[in-house]
Nanobody
């Protein structure tokens, strides 16, 4: 089991930036695929960005060029740098770790972008 704790959410004006962090427990963090998801009110949870154990990344079209996912295996932490934020980025952001048929989710952190 992997425990995940997100931080870094908050209120920001459109055009601003935030960096989310997800700290993971466990000694084999570097073998986990990690992802950031978000869920806006009334909408389904969606993948924002993912990074595998080799460092390859993928992004939702809506955030390409604005968001960057990265990981620091020495700190058991994955980050989501969010630039040029838009009101439509407002959501609860969740961190997910995946390995084989298993996964773990964090509790979520609220990001609110005002226009």
């Amino acid at each position: 089991q992997v425990q995940l704790v997100e931080s870094g959410g908050g209120l920001v004006q459109a055009g601003g930036s935030l960096r989310l962090s997800c700290a993971a427990s466990g000694s084999i963090f570097n073998t986990r695929a990690m992802g950031w998801y978000r869920q806006a009110p009334g909408k389904q949870r969606e993948l924002v960005a993912g990074i595998n154990s080799s460092g390859s990344t993928n992004y939702a079209d809506s955030v390409k060029g604005r968001f960057t996912i990265s990981r620091d295996n020495a700190k058991n932490t994955v980050y989501l740098q969010m630039n040029n934020l838009k009101p439509e980025d407002t959501a609860v952001y969740y961190c997910r770790a995946a390995w084989g048929p298993y996964d773990s989710w964090g509790q979520g952190t609220q990001v609110t972008v005002s226009s």
